[in-house]
């Protein structure tokens, strides 16, 4: 499974300031209202890290992908 947030939302944060060339620092909101902050998407889609940990797979993350509500931008 692809670790891209739903397209809806990635078309959102790729019009948000970029953090670093090409990455987009946002926290994502949950549909159960959680917060996951200091997200870093390459590209506004596909998350690499969160805080200082990176991402390789979809085990790397405590939640669901499919379960992202929103984005907010860090910037």
Known sequence: MSREI???LS???ASFPESSYGVNRVT???GDGRKV???YLAWGKEIVKIR???IKSMEDLNFDITKIV????EI
């Open 37 to 39: 902050n200091e997200v």
């Open 28 to 30: 994502l909101v949950l």
């Open 52 to 54: 200082n940990r990176s």
């Open 70 to 73: 929103d984005v907010i931008s």
């Open 6 to 8: 739903p397209n809806n």
């Open 11 to 13: 078309d959102k944060a």
